[in-house]
C-alpha cells in the first residue's frame, strides 16, 4: 500500500503480519528490545524485516537497523529511510542520499481521535476546515492530520535534531479529482531551519482500514 504513495526510486516493503521471527533480528537490534513486552518486541521484528526487504530491493547486503534519539532508525551509509507500525500493518521504506534527502511516512488506523488528542495535535485553522465529504466517515481526518504531522516530523528530524511540535506545521489536504480516499498535502512549516524548506508537500491514501501518509525530500539541496 505505501508504494502507491512514493517515488518508483523508493524501495517500499509493507506487511499485515503483525509479527515476525525475533530470530531474524541481529544481536545488537535484540539487546536494544530485551526489556521490551512481547508486543513491543513483535513490531520491532516486523518492521525490520521489512526494513531489510527494502534493503534487497536497493541492492543492499542486510543489515541492523537500529533506534537512535526518538527512535529515528539508523540507516546504512549512503541512505535514508523511514519506518511505521500501528495494529494491523508495518512498513519500511528506502532510498539512497543520492535520490533523497529524506523520508517520513506514518500509517495509522482510520479510527476517529479521541477528542482530547485531536485538540492538542491541530491548529484552529486546522480545525477551521471542513474537506469534502469530512462527514461521511469514510476518511476520518483528524486521525490523516495526526499521520501527516508524524511523516512531518519524521522527514525534519533526521536532517536537523529539532524537536518539531504539532503547533509548528499547517497542514492542508487536497483530495484526488478521481478518488476521495486519496490526494495530496501542503505542510507549511512554522519553524525555520537552515537549509530546510518552508513547506512539504506530501502524498495521503486511506484503504484497507488504515490512513497512511508519505513525504520525499528530494536530493537536490533548496536555495
Not at 513486552?37 to 521484528?45: G, K, L, P, S
Not at 495530496?184 to 530546510?196: D, I, K, S
Amino acid at each position: 500500500m505505501i508504494e502507491r504513495l512514493l517515488p518508483a526510486y523508493v524501495a517500499c516493503s509493507d506487511t499485515h503480519e503483525t509479527d515476525a521471527p525475533e530470530g531474524s533480528l541481529y544481536p545488537e537490534e535484540v539487546r536494544q528490545v530485551a526489556s521490551s513486552v512481547d508486543r513491543r518486541r513483535h513490531e520491532f521484528a516486523a518492521v525490520r524485516a521489512c526494513a531489510r526487504k527494502a534493503m534487497a530491493d536497493l541492492g543492499l547486503p542486510p543489515a541492523p537497523v537500529l533506534s537512535g534519539h526518538r527512535g529515528m532508525p539508523r540507516w546504512p551509509e549512503g541512505t535514508v529511510g523511514s519506518m511505521t507500525h500501528c495494529e494491523g500493518y508495518r512498513a519500511a521504506v528506502l532510498a539512497r542520499t543520492s535520490d533523497a534527502r529524506a523520508v517520513g511516512i506514518d500509517a495509522e488506523p482510520n479510527a476517529p481521535l479521541p477528542p482530547d488528542v485531536w485538540e492538542v495535535i491541530s491548529l484552529p485553522s486546522e480545525r477551521a476546515r471542513r474537506p469534502l465529504g469530512a462527514d461521511s466517515g469514510t476518511v476520518h481526518w483528524d486521525r490523516l492530520l495526526f499521520s501527516a504531522k508524524e511523516s512531518v516530523f519524521k522527514t525534519w528530524f533526521p536532517l536537523t535534531r529539532i524537536e518539531l511540535d504539532f503547533s509548528e506545521a499547517d497542514i492542508v489536504f487536497r483530495a484526488s479529482p478521481d478518488s476521495a480516499t486519496e490526494g495530496t498535502f501542503t505542510a507549511e512549516l512554522l519553524r525555520v531551519a537552515p537549509g530546510m524548506p518552508s513547506a512539504y508537500e506530501g502524498r495521503w491514501l486511506v484503504d484497507d482500514g488504515f490512513a497512511v501518509t508519505a513525504i520525499v525530500l528530494p536530493a537536490t539541496p533548496f536555495v
